[in-house]
């Protein structure tokens, strides 16, 4: 089929890239120009393990970047997957999506039905949104030469590769038939598998084939756009939850692994997302919850319970700036080694981390910071361009005259270092490891002041 997305980023370079490799003729279109080349060259223009294998077999074959609309005329759903970032109300912006939609109904080929497919993160009512502005744009009329279809997408950043391929769900909210079939049609290759084999050579997730099939639920498009804020805001709730519970293991004396591991065998709540961290954080967690606050708040349910994992995730943040307070005494000085400025590892997004806040606490408290990413120290300093940090090109040179290190990311770099000698240059060999993640009893052995979270 011929299949457009519009818009390169996380989302849109996944899904095309997927699509692409499975079989379809897909035009990514971006305004970037750099994303479009590094696209035409078969390079990623995003970090994301897998993906530039994926564009490499596939560039100029199925997969083609361009930066104008030309190919909706030709195509059976344009998928539009553009930033929808928060505006200063803590609203989701619709600015890309309406920018998207106007552009798409310039396009439309009145002689041909096309599905169109917001993949976006947006807000409930926008499919009727996106449905008048391409009525408006085109002349041509939703339900009859084109429909509008509600598709969120439930990847994960750093698996985004293994999420594409094997989704546990397919939402599509429509209320047409006829859409719905072009939906089934593009993604029988994901639902049937069929040339998953032929993959696995690419992709080492390809290579088992043990994962259940994708559930197929068709709801109404408000619906499924809700589906997609309830289960991020839940997943949000979740992780505040444990989080929470690991400040009360601290004052107990309590393990909160041992809880999350009691917990997480009752299959009604399940084991995943029970890992303890200096908070959540990220690009779609804090817009998402924020957006539903708003909307629950516009129309008289606020969701206290969302609202109060909010503010606990923040809690959590400054939480770990006082334990680190707490073995310190007097911060004002103390040098703090920093492991891990993405919001997770295996990403290089370092928008909204809780290394910002955490870091610039720290800063405030008189700190001299000096920080390690594997992938995001770059990013990360062109954003906090007032934070005063001193940037490593080794996690080992975080150590060097530190008081602290503070692992906020676990990324496998810095589970593998050699902690046995390292810190050799330290004031005094402390950590805090905010995602429990080193072996507590080695680090102690290896004369390691070692300390978790609710541990
Ligand atoms: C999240 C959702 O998991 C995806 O399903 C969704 O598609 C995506 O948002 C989106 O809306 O686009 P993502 O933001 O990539 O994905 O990251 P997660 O893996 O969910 O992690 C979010 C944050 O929670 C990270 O800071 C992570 O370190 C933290 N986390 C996660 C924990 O602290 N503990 C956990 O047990 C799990």
């Known amino acids: 089929m011929n299949v457009v997305c519009v818009g390169a980023g996380y989302v849109g370079t996944v899904t095309a890239a997927a699509f692409a490799v499975l079989g379809h003729s897909v035009t990514l279109i971006d305004i970037d120009r750099n994303k479009l080349e590094a696209i035409r060259r078969g390079v990623s223009p995003i970090y994301e393990p897998y993906l530039s294998e994926i564009i490499g077999r596939c560039a100029d074959r199925s997969l083609f970047a361009d930066s104008d609309y030309g190919k909706v005329a030709e195509a059976e759903a344009v998928f539009i997957c553009v930033g929808t970032p928060s505006k200063a109300d803590s609203t989701a912006d619709l600015v890309y999506v309406r920018g998207a939609a106007e552009q798409i109904g310039k396009h439309l080929d009145p002689k041909r039905y096309t599905v169109i497919v917001n993949k976006s993160t947006v807000p409930v009512g926008t499919s009727d949104l ?6 408006d744009a085109s002349g041509l009329t939703h339900g009859v030469n084109f429909d509008v279809v509600s598709n969120p997408e439930f990847l994960r950043e750093g698996y985004a590769v293994e999420d594409v391929f094997y989704p546990d769900r ?21 639902l049937t598998r069929a040339s998953y084999a032929e993959l696995g050579d690419l992709l080492p997730y390809l290579k088992t ?89 516009k129309y008289g349910c606020e969701q206290q319970v969302v609202a109060a ?84 090109d080794t996690p080992e040179s975080t150590t060097s005259g530190a008081d602290a290190i503070l692992l906020l990311t676990d990324w496998s770099l810095y589970l593998e270092m050699d902690w046995e000698n390292a810190g050799g240059a330290m004031r005094r060999r402390y950590i805090l490891d905010t995602r429990n993640a080193l072996d507590a009893g ?14």
């Open 209 to 297: 084939d043990d994962k259940k099939p994708p559930v197929w639920l068709r709801t109404t498009p408000q619906s499924s756009e809700l589906i997609k804020y309830a289960s991020n805001a839940f997943l949000a709730v979740k992780i505040s939850y444990i989080n929470e519970m690991a400040r009360l293991c601290d004052a107990l004396g309590a393990s909160v692994k041992e809880v999350a591991a009691g917990m997480g065998l009752d299959s009604r709540i399940g084991g995943k997302f029970l890992q303890v961290s200096s908070g959540w954080s990220g690009s779609c967690f804090p817009k998402d919850t924020a957006e539903l606050l708003a909307t629950s708040r």
């Open 442 to 455: 080695r680090m102690r052995e290896w004369g390691w002041t070692y300390e978790g979270l609710g541990i």
């Open 309 to 392: 994992a909010v503010e606990a995730n923040f809690d959590m943040h400054l939480y770990c700036v006082q334990k680190l307070q707490a073995r310190l005494k007097t911060m004002q000085g103390k040098r703090i080694g920093v492991l891990g400025l993405t919001f997770k590892p295996n990403t290089d997004d370092v928008r909204k981390t809780q290394a910002s806040v955490i870091l610039r606490k720290l800063s405030d408290m008189g700190c001299h910071v000096k920080a390690h990413d594997p992938q995001g120290m770059e990013l990360f300093a062109k954003l906090h361009p007032d934070l005063a940090i001193e940037y490593c």
């Open 170 to 190: 397919i939402v599509i909210g429509t209320g047409s038939d006829r859409a719905e079939n072009v939906m089934k049609a593009l993604y029988a290759p994901l």
């Open 130 to 135: 996106v449905a008048s502005i391409l009525e």
